[in-house]
Protein backbone atom coordinates (compact mmCIF):
# COMPACT_ATOMS: atom_id res chain seq x y z
CA UNK A 1 0.00 0.00 0.00
CA UNK A 2 1.29 3.18 -0.62
CA UNK A 3 0.76 6.90 1.85
CA UNK A 4 0.54 6.99 5.36
CA UNK A 5 -2.22 5.74 8.15
CA UNK A 6 -2.81 9.30 8.35
CA UNK A 7 -4.30 9.13 4.72
CA UNK A 8 -7.43 6.02 5.69
CA UNK A 9 -7.07 6.27 9.62
CA UNK A 10 -10.67 7.44 11.40
CA UNK A 11 -10.36 10.89 12.95
CA UNK A 12 -13.39 10.76 14.86
CA UNK A 13 -12.50 8.94 17.88
CA UNK A 14 -14.01 7.53 20.99
CA UNK A 15 -12.08 7.22 24.18
CA UNK A 16 -12.60 6.50 27.88
CA UNK A 17 -10.84 7.28 30.94
CA UNK A 18 -9.59 4.18 33.05
CA UNK A 19 -12.10 5.11 35.70
CA UNK A 20 -14.89 4.41 33.33
CA UNK A 21 -17.38 1.43 34.35
CA UNK A 22 -18.72 -1.22 32.57
CA UNK A 23 -21.64 0.09 31.96
CA UNK A 24 -20.12 3.18 30.14
CA UNK A 25 -18.02 1.15 27.94
CA UNK A 26 -20.87 -1.19 27.08
CA UNK A 27 -22.93 2.46 26.17
CA UNK A 28 -20.36 3.89 24.18
CA UNK A 29 -20.00 0.36 22.07
CA UNK A 30 -23.59 0.77 21.53
CA UNK A 31 -24.25 4.46 20.59
CA UNK A 32 -21.65 4.63 18.22
CA UNK A 33 -21.21 0.94 16.70
CA UNK A 34 -17.61 0.73 17.70
CA UNK A 35 -15.74 -2.83 18.82
CA UNK A 36 -13.56 -1.50 21.10
CA UNK A 37 -12.75 1.68 22.76
CA UNK A 38 -8.77 3.38 23.37
CA UNK A 39 -8.63 3.70 27.06
CA UNK A 40 -6.43 6.78 28.38
CA UNK A 41 -4.73 8.17 31.33
CA UNK A 42 -5.57 11.79 33.04
CA UNK A 43 -2.81 13.11 30.30
CA UNK A 44 -4.47 11.89 27.87
CA UNK A 45 -2.47 9.13 26.23
CA UNK A 46 -3.26 5.92 25.52
CA UNK A 47 -3.01 3.30 28.23
CA UNK A 48 -4.90 0.18 26.80
CA UNK A 49 -7.70 -0.76 25.01
CA UNK A 50 -11.13 -2.32 26.01
CA UNK A 51 -12.82 -4.86 22.84
CA UNK A 52 -16.77 -6.32 22.84
CA UNK A 53 -14.65 -9.15 23.51
CA UNK A 54 -13.18 -8.17 27.15
CA UNK A 55 -16.57 -7.12 27.69
CA UNK A 56 -18.20 -9.96 26.88
CA UNK A 57 -16.56 -12.21 29.08
CA UNK A 58 -19.14 -11.12 31.70
CA UNK A 59 -21.68 -13.00 29.87
CA UNK A 60 -18.99 -16.37 29.69
CA UNK A 61 -19.84 -18.67 32.62
CA UNK A 62 -16.57 -20.91 32.26
CA UNK A 63 -14.46 -17.46 32.31
CA UNK A 64 -15.68 -16.83 35.94
CA UNK A 65 -14.29 -20.55 36.86
CA UNK A 66 -11.15 -20.79 39.02
CA UNK A 67 -8.47 -23.55 38.36
CA UNK A 68 -5.64 -24.48 40.27
CA UNK A 69 -3.94 -25.10 37.09
CA UNK A 70 -4.97 -21.85 35.48
CA UNK A 71 -2.25 -20.30 33.01
CA UNK A 72 -1.99 -16.36 32.23
CA UNK A 73 -4.53 -16.21 29.77
CA UNK A 74 -7.14 -18.02 31.91
CA UNK A 75 -6.32 -16.22 34.94
CA UNK A 76 -6.78 -12.90 32.64
CA UNK A 77 -9.96 -13.91 31.22
CA UNK A 78 -11.26 -14.51 34.61
CA UNK A 79 -10.08 -11.10 36.12
CA UNK A 80 -12.24 -9.08 32.92
CA UNK A 81 -14.98 -10.98 33.16
CA UNK A 82 -14.86 -9.76 37.40
CA UNK A 83 -14.09 -6.84 36.51
CA UNK A 84 -15.94 -3.22 36.98
CA UNK A 85 -14.32 -0.63 35.04
CA UNK A 86 -11.99 0.17 32.22
CA UNK A 87 -8.35 0.03 34.28
CA UNK A 88 -9.39 -3.89 34.94
CA UNK A 89 -10.73 -4.40 32.07
CA UNK A 90 -8.17 -3.08 29.11
CA UNK A 91 -5.75 -4.86 27.28
CA UNK A 92 -2.37 -3.45 28.31
CA UNK A 93 -0.12 -1.75 26.79
CA UNK A 94 -1.78 -1.44 23.80
CA UNK A 95 -0.83 -2.49 20.26
CA UNK A 96 -0.68 1.00 18.68
CA UNK A 97 0.46 2.86 15.07
CA UNK A 98 1.85 6.05 14.18
CA UNK A 99 0.13 8.37 11.60
CA UNK A 100 3.18 8.25 9.49
CA UNK A 101 3.52 4.60 9.10
CA UNK A 102 2.85 2.38 5.90
CA UNK A 103 -1.05 1.28 5.69
CA UNK A 104 0.64 -2.47 4.80
CA UNK A 105 2.90 -2.54 8.16
CA UNK A 106 -0.42 -1.29 9.89
CA UNK A 107 -2.18 -4.35 8.15
CA UNK A 108 0.91 -6.81 8.83
CA UNK A 109 0.63 -5.55 12.67
CA UNK A 110 -2.83 -5.87 12.84
CA UNK A 111 -3.30 -9.81 11.52
CA UNK A 112 0.14 -10.72 13.82
CA UNK A 113 -1.53 -9.56 16.89
CA UNK A 114 -5.20 -10.76 16.48
CA UNK A 115 -6.92 -7.24 16.33
CA UNK A 116 -9.59 -5.37 13.92
CA UNK A 117 -8.41 -1.87 14.60
CA UNK A 118 -5.67 0.22 16.38
CA UNK A 119 -5.90 3.18 17.67
CA UNK A 120 -3.24 5.67 16.01
CA UNK A 121 -1.36 7.49 18.73
CA UNK A 122 1.16 10.52 17.96
CA UNK A 123 4.73 11.16 19.14
CA UNK A 124 3.42 11.73 23.00
CA UNK A 125 0.93 8.91 23.05
CA UNK A 126 -2.11 10.86 22.26
CA UNK A 127 -4.79 9.18 20.14
CA UNK A 128 -5.58 10.91 16.48
CA UNK A 129 -7.36 8.29 14.92
CA UNK A 130 -8.33 5.02 14.89
CA UNK A 131 -7.66 2.34 11.92
CA UNK A 132 -9.54 -0.44 11.02
CA UNK A 133 -10.20 -3.33 8.95
CA UNK A 134 -12.61 -1.54 7.19
CA UNK A 135 -10.47 1.64 6.33
CA UNK A 136 -7.63 -0.69 5.14
CA UNK A 137 -10.03 -2.41 2.79
CA UNK A 138 -11.91 1.21 1.51
CA UNK A 139 -9.31 1.71 -0.77
CA UNK A 140 -10.17 -1.31 -3.12
CA UNK A 141 -13.63 0.72 -4.01
CA UNK A 142 -12.04 3.88 -5.65
CA UNK A 143 -12.74 2.60 -8.68
CA UNK A 144 -10.99 1.10 -11.61
CA UNK A 145 -10.67 4.53 -13.35
CA UNK A 146 -8.97 6.53 -10.44
CA UNK A 147 -6.53 3.26 -9.86
CA UNK A 148 -6.04 3.40 -13.75
CA UNK A 149 -4.44 6.67 -13.07
CA UNK A 150 -2.87 6.02 -10.12
CA UNK A 151 -0.90 2.99 -11.62
CA UNK A 152 0.28 5.42 -14.22
CA UNK A 153 1.88 7.40 -12.97
CA UNK A 154 3.79 5.29 -10.69
CA UNK A 155 4.82 3.50 -13.88
CA UNK A 156 5.70 7.14 -15.71
CA UNK A 157 7.81 7.63 -12.72
CA UNK A 158 9.82 4.63 -12.28
CA UNK A 159 10.33 3.58 -15.94
CA UNK A 160 13.04 5.12 -18.09
CA UNK A 161 11.48 7.03 -21.00
CA UNK A 162 13.59 4.03 -23.26
CA UNK A 163 10.67 1.33 -21.82
CA UNK A 164 6.95 1.30 -22.78
CA UNK A 165 4.67 0.23 -20.92
CA UNK A 166 0.57 0.25 -20.99
CA UNK A 167 -1.43 -0.55 -18.31
CA UNK A 168 -5.15 -1.67 -18.19
CA UNK A 169 -7.51 -2.01 -14.67
CA UNK A 170 -10.36 -3.93 -14.69
CA UNK A 171 -12.59 -4.63 -11.57
CA UNK A 172 -8.66 -3.49 -9.44
CA UNK A 173 -6.64 -5.92 -11.91
CA UNK A 174 -3.92 -4.10 -13.06
CA UNK A 175 -2.56 -5.97 -16.72
CA UNK A 176 0.83 -4.44 -18.05
CA UNK A 177 1.74 -4.71 -21.52
CA UNK A 178 5.09 -3.18 -23.34
CA UNK A 179 8.87 -3.62 -23.16
CA UNK A 180 11.24 -2.54 -20.40
CA UNK A 181 14.92 -3.12 -20.87
CA UNK A 182 15.58 -6.02 -18.36
CA UNK A 183 13.81 -8.95 -16.88
CA UNK A 184 14.39 -8.36 -13.23
CA UNK A 185 13.00 -4.89 -13.48
CA UNK A 186 9.40 -6.21 -14.89
CA UNK A 187 9.51 -8.18 -11.65
CA UNK A 188 10.10 -5.40 -9.83
CA UNK A 189 8.09 -3.36 -11.45
CA UNK A 190 5.22 -5.70 -11.05
CA UNK A 191 5.79 -6.60 -7.28
CA UNK A 192 5.72 -2.65 -6.77
CA UNK A 193 2.51 -1.96 -7.98
CA UNK A 194 0.75 -4.96 -6.17
CA UNK A 195 1.61 -2.60 -3.34
CA UNK A 196 -0.34 0.20 -4.52
CA UNK A 197 -3.62 0.62 -2.65
CA UNK A 198 -6.23 -0.77 -4.59
CA UNK A 199 -4.83 -3.33 -6.39
CA UNK A 200 -6.39 -6.47 -6.43
CA UNK A 201 -3.82 -8.41 -8.67
CA UNK A 202 -0.75 -7.71 -11.06
CA UNK A 203 -0.84 -10.14 -14.53
CA UNK A 204 2.52 -9.03 -16.12
CA UNK A 205 2.18 -11.86 -18.80
CA UNK A 206 2.35 -9.74 -21.51
CA UNK A 207 5.60 -7.41 -20.18
CA UNK A 208 8.48 -7.95 -22.02
CA UNK A 209 12.09 -7.09 -21.52
CA UNK A 210 15.27 -6.80 -23.75
CA UNK A 211 17.82 -8.66 -21.70
CA UNK A 212 17.27 -11.31 -19.41
CA UNK A 213 19.80 -10.21 -16.66
CA UNK A 214 18.82 -13.32 -14.79
CA UNK A 215 21.13 -15.72 -16.54
CA UNK A 216 24.41 -16.09 -15.33
CA UNK A 217 27.73 -14.69 -17.33
CA UNK A 218 28.78 -16.00 -20.30
CA UNK A 219 32.56 -16.80 -19.86
CA UNK A 220 34.41 -15.54 -23.37
CA UNK A 221 34.72 -18.04 -26.02
CA UNK A 222 32.66 -20.58 -23.63
CA UNK A 223 29.21 -21.24 -25.15
CA UNK A 224 26.79 -21.21 -22.80
CA UNK A 225 23.89 -24.12 -22.97
CA UNK A 226 20.38 -23.56 -21.25
CA UNK A 227 18.88 -26.76 -19.65
Known sequence: ???????????????????????????????????????VDARGVVVGVVSEADLLLKRDPAALEW???????RRA????????????????????????????EAAHRMRESGVKRLPVVDEAGHVVGVLS??????????????????VEAFVAGVVPETGTVRVQVRDGVVTLE???????????????????????????????WEVDDTLPPVEAGVPWVGF
Open 77 to 104: DRRKALARVASELMTSPPITVSPDENPS
Open 133 to 150: RTDLLRAFLQGDEVLSEQ
Open 178 to 208: GVVELRTAARRLADRIRLLDGVVAVDAERLD
Open 67 to 73: HLLDGPH
Open 1 to 39: MTGTVRDVMTRMVVSAPTGASFTDLVRLMHDHRIGAVPI
